[in-house]
């Protein structure tokens, strides 16, 4: 914090030389904000940063600047669900630093204001692609862990609807089938970002595995994550236990639920995954998907779903669609409806000049074009202000 | 039909068959027998011609070798031509005495409709002159002495016309001493019918002599022609000059500009196509904008995901450095991505041409964003496999 505090103030020395500024004998917080007034009234450029690095407080001055996330937080909050993209920036800057944008504020904005024993509200960002659904998604999230709420992550739906190497019956329904892998990773990465919960929420059921393996009630959930993780073949059921009893017990109030799922067009679309015969597997055939769709469901309380949509992963739909009527079909739009939509667009001039100024910071752009208005307009033209072509962009400078 | 010849081809004799025949012909002492009949006139050049074809001597043996056509053949051709071209005006109805070339043109497409893609194997009816090559006649007699003088330097006609020149040059150094010498001598300024015409070139001046010349040949005579120049010539010097002088047309550089358009609510707004390869787009260009840019109704973005052609989108702003300013609407349909992006950046910018500077507009055109691109896909051949790239060599 004081490390960071520091790089501000000897950029602001850098932008007014001729400022005087007290250091020794204020406190580090009052001259950050007293830094802050003076340096976002006297200069007309707009700062790439912020340094309130606390979710709750960001406000609509903050829209546009970038605020950091201490490193280790991001072990623990996002071991899965960054986009790959960002996880590469992140590597290389030695920092991971998020924007602050509009769609995110008004999201925060009408998480804090829940009421928790009403249903859970769905929101579904939805957006052309590369606008920024996934990192504002993982906004939330921060949001939401720094609050101390439980966070049921899915980073992408769509991986578990193609791509799958080992299908197996499922033992707990004979239609439908498991998918080994793909569970216990997610399961792997659940325990990481929710310790502390699987320590205190208990089972409410007895659960059977096998003829001599079974899980009484009363036992601490992260003893199911445990079994799902070492034992494969049950990972699956393993997940679905762990679902339903969150569900039932966030209405009881003892912790709040953010379900959190990128891509949930994959849960009603269509599979590329096909059975021994080559028949196609329908959705709701593979037991995650089944599970994940109960989660879905508004009927219960006692926390937040947000829901992202994407065409990057999605199989059979045209590369231009990304409305929520065309990505979801019809029967996604209707198992979805009612739900909050928030359109997610390109980067305004503010956000644009931030992020240009962001990347500059850190020296990324190396060309010397690319500090003159003439180089900036180009790259305005090119990307059209999209964040994702922007960056693509900006690897090559 | 013989003097005449020989009137108008004074200076280069050797093209028509008769006129150097008959003049050395009446020189010449008559050697054989046969001979006594040559006295007469008509016929001289029937009887000419029927010893030429009869005595086949060694001398001759080379000039029969070649495929000539011969003075009967060409005349006779000529005369069917024009009995053809009488034929022909009447048959389409018009009036045989101001049949033009045009209209024989005209004709023929119209009665032998071809659907031949070559333009030269269509067929055609033109004067016999443009059609059969202009040959040089023998040009030693049966003796098998050589008419001219200059025949064994090899280029008769190229060397006699140096000759004539530098005489020429000869006599008006001699000219412009006396005047000198009498004080009459005076500078004229420099006349102005050279400008808008240019020498000759190598191949034109090989086809006025029916020789193949050198390129020192040339160099030589342009160089000889020039020294002319700088002389006074009488009005016989600068009709021979003139002679070797061909007129340049001057391309016209107006790039054909668009008017600018004012719609419903006051905008200005220019409207221009484009094309490359096999795509087609026009584009609407906005005076006042923010440089956002609508292809068939979608952002251009989501059309072209890929940046090379947004680049090529980007090229006319950037170049003016216009690059928010406008706002542009433009559809296209047909070729490839890259055909298409090409095609909307001509449209582009042909359209901002009417509202921009004259200069800019000709930096437009030197910078290449005005020119159609006329690249067109290589037809494939037979025999290969492509239109470069040939079979698999197979050594056995």
């Known amino acids: 914090m004081l490390k960071g505090m520091r790089r501000l103030i000897s950029k602001v020395h850098k932008l007014d030389p001729g400022h005087v500024l007290h250091m020794g004998t204020q406190a580090p917080q009052s001259l950050a ?57 992140m590597k290389t800057f030695n920092e991971a630093c998020l924007m602050v944008r509009k769609p995110a504020l008004e999201l925060l904005h009408h998480l804090k204001n829940t009421n928790f024993d009403h249903p859970a509200v769905r929101y579904v960002l939805y957006g052309e692609k590369g606008t920024g659904k996934t990192l504002s998604l993982c906004h939330i999230i921060h949001f939401c862990a720094k609050q101390d709420w439980l966070i049921l992550h899915i980073p992408d739906g769509h991986l578990w609807v193609k791509n799958c190497q080992d299908l197996l019956q499922s033992t707990y329904n004979k239609q439908r089938f498991d998918q080994p892998l793909e569970a216990s990773v997610w399961l792997k990465n659940f325990k990481t970002a929710n310790e502390r919960f699987l320590s205190q929420i208990k089972i409410q059921e007895k659960y059977v595995w096998n003829k001599r393996e079974s899980v009484e009630k009363g036992s601490l959930l992260g003893e199911v994550v445990e079994q799902g993780i070492t034992r494969v073949r049950n990972a699956t059921d393993a997940v679905g236990i762990v679902l ?8 009881l109030g003892i912790f709040r639920l953010l379900v959190a799922v990128d891509g949930v067009n994959a849960l009603w679309g269509r599979t590329t995954l096909k059975r021994e015969d080559k028949s196609p597997i329908a959705p709701e055939e593979l037991a995650l998907i089944y599970n994940l769709r109960k989660m879905v469901k508004n009927d219960w309380h006692g926390g937040a779903i947000v829901l992202t949509l994407s065409q990057t992963g999605s199989l059979f739909k045209p590369r231009r669609a990304c409305l929520p009527q065309e990505l979801l079909g019809k029967e996604g739009f209707d198992a979805l409806d009612p739900f909050i939509p928030i359109l997610v667009s390109n980067y305004n001039p503010k956000e644009f000049e931030s992020c240009i100024q962001y990347y500059l910071e850190n020296s990324w752009l190396q060309h010397e074009k690319a500090h003159t208005e003439e180089g900036k307009k180009e790259l305005l033209f090119l990307s059209n202000a999209n964040p994702g072509q922007l960056e693509r962009l900006c690897a090559y400078l | 039909m013989a003097a005449s010849c020989v009137s108008c081809c004074a200076a280069l004799s050797c093209r028509l068959f008769l006129g150097g025949r008959v003049n050395l012909a009446r020189r010449q002492v008559l050697w054989k027998a046969a001979a ?49 071209k009488r034929h022909l005006a009447n048959m389409m109805g018009e009036d045989p005495e101001t049949f033009t070339q045009e209209d024989i043109d005209r004709a023929i497409a119209y009665l032998f409709p071809s659907g031949l893609f070559e333009k030269r194997a269509r067929p055609i009816m033109k004067h016999p002159e443009q059609i059969f090559p202009k040959q040089k006649a023998t040009q030693w007699g049966e003796d098998g002495r050589p008419f001219h003088f200059l025949f064994y330097t090899g280029k008769q006609s190229y060397y006699s016309l140096m000759h004539d020149a530098y005489g020429k040059l000869l006599n008006l150094e001699k000219h412009k001493n006396e005047l000198q010498a009498k004080g009459l001598f005076s500078e004229e300024a420099k006349t102005k019918d050279l400008i808008g015409s240019r020498w000759l070139i190598k191949e034109e001046l090989e086809e006025m002599l029916v020789e193949k010349l050198s390129d020192q040949d040339y160099a030589q005579f342009i160089r000889l022609l020039e020294r002319l120049l700088t002389l006074q010539c009488g009005a016989a010097e600068k009709e021979f000059l003139q002679s070797f002088r061909r007129s340049v047309t001057i391309q016209s550089k107006k ?17 221009s196509e484009g094309k490359r390869k096999s795509a087609k787009a026009e584009a609407v260009v906005y005076e006042h904008g923010s440089g956002r840019i609508k292809v068939n109704g979608i952002d251009y973005l989501l059309y072209f995901p890929v940046t090379q052609d947004r680049e090529q ?54 910078a290449g964003l005005l020119t159609v691109d006329p690249r067109i896909r290589e037809r494939k051949k037979p025999g290969q496999e492509g239109a470069r790239r040939k079979f698999t060599w197979k050594k056995r």
């Open chain 2, 255 to 271: 790039q054909l500009i668009e008017p600018v358009q004012y719609d419903e609510q006051g905008m200005a707004f220019s409207t």
């Open chain 2, 313 to 366: 989108l980007m090229f006319p702003f950037h170049f003016l450095d216009r690059l928010g300013k406008h706002d542009v609407t433009c559809t296209v349909s047909g070729g490839g991505r890259s055909a298409q992006a090409g095609a909307i950046r001509l449209a582009m910018a042909r359209a901002l041409c009417s509202f921009v500077t004259e200069e800019e507009v000709e930096w437009m055109r030197q």
């Open chain 1, 33 to 89: 904000a007293h830094l802050d007034s003076q340096v976002s009234g006297q200069s007309p450029r707009a700062i790439s940063r912020t340094s309130e690095n606390d979710p709750a407080k960001h406000e609509e001055q903050h829209e546009g600047q970038h605020y950091s996330l201490p490193l280790q937080d991001m072990k623990t909050i996002f071991p899965h669900g960054l986009p790959p993209r960002f996880v590469m920036q």
């Open chain 1, 244 to 251: 339903k009893e969150l569900k039932r017990q966030s209405s």
């Open chain 2, 36 to 84: 006594a009949e040559l006295q007469t006139v008509f016929g001289s050049q029937i009887l000419r011609l029927r010893h030429t074809t009869v005595v086949t001597t060694k001398k001759n043996v080379a000039s029969l070798r070649c495929e000539t056509y011969t003075v009967d053949f060409i005349k006779k051709q000529i005369e069917e031509f024009n009995l053809g």
